[in-house]
């Protein structure tokens, strides 16, 4: 009985370290599309965690002390690396982390466009990336790879689920890219509320002619908006894509003075973080756009 209760005692004490030897290694990512890329990658041999909580907006988010220690648990961290997490970088210097954790750019290999309808005299790269299918499949595997190199057991796991998610979200494109295949010419002009569709609309072979709101997150302004009307008008555009929660009277008023069908995409960057989240985005962002395609066409979507 004794013995007994010298390995209890025993037992108790190892037993801590040995649940920390066999945690799950924490992966912090900075946006909701980041979320389900690798939480499909890492499937359960890994813990996905937010970098920020939801309802913020990332555009002008700044860091928070909870962030700072939630940043110091992780053991790598996830990005998009071109200008739509820019609070990041501010978190993990903050933190004291700069350096020191492993940060993964999702976007290392994606051929990066100007973003549309951007008026300064410089390009400036669309860092919508997530906002498409091949790149988002290309961000997939560089994850991937990225925790591969930092988890090399995982690896071979890592990538056969990269390569099961971006075979799914290829039969998805398909299957949207079919509804429109055959059906009659693709010359559709195409303006959007913001500049943040086009790595979508280019994958359907649309391109955009004109952007209606001047910055991300900003209404434009009575000349604002009457110039973009004109421009609209002028260059025959024939379809409108608005962002979901973009206010409802510069939509009306674009509507009104046009008498163009408007159809409205997500912008995947709210709500709960989930894995399914980019998938189901991403297919009403492609029916959207091929529902408009066909009523252009003058078929029924």
Not at 256 to 274: A, C, K, L, W
């Amino acid at each position: 009985m004794r013995l007994l209760g010298v390995l209890m005692a025993a037992a108790l004490l190892v037993s801590p370290g040995a649940a920390l030897a066999q945690a799950k290694p924490k992966i912090g990512v900075t946006l909701h599309p980041y979320y389900s890329f690798v939480a499909h990658v890492v499937g359960d041999r890994a813990e996905v965690v937010p970098l920020i909580k939801v309802g913020f907006n990332v555009h002008n988010y700044e860091p928070q002390p909870d962030d700072l220690k939630r940043v110091m648990d992780f053991d790598a961290l996830v990005t998009n690396g071109v200008g739509h997490d820019a609070f990041a970088a501010k978190i993990v210097q903050a933190a004291g982390m700069d350096g020191k954790l492993p940060i993964i750019y999702a976007n290392d290999g994606v051929a990066l466009i100007a973003t549309a309808g951007y008026e300064g005299e410089r390009k400036v790269p669309n860092s919508h990336t997530f906002v498409s299918i091949t790149a988002s499949i290309q961000q997939l595997y560089a994850i991937a790879e990225g925790l591969g190199k930092l988890h090399p057991d995982n690896a071979a796991y890592y990538r056969q689920n990269a390569r099961a998610f971006a075979t799914k979200l290829r039969q998805l494109k398909a299957r949207y890219a079919q509804r429109i295949a055959g059906g009659g010419d693709m010359r559709i002009k195409v303006a959007t509320i913001h500049g943040g569709y086009d790595y979508l609309l280019q994958e359907f072979g649309l391109e955009v002619t004109a952007v209606i709101e001047p910055a991300h997150g900003l209404s434009p302004s009575a000349s604002q908006l009457r110039d973009t009307i004109n421009k609209i008008k002028s260059a025959d555009v024939n379809v409108i894509f608005s962002e979901i929660e973009f206010p409802d009277q510069v939509i009306d008023t674009i509507r009104n003075e046009t008498g163009i069908r408007v159809y409205s995409f997500v912008h995947i960057s709210d709500g709960p973080y989930t894995k399914e989240k980019f998938e189901e985005a991403i297919e009403y962002n492609m029916k959207q756009l091929t529902d408009a395609v066909l009523d252009v066409r003058g078929q029924k979507p």
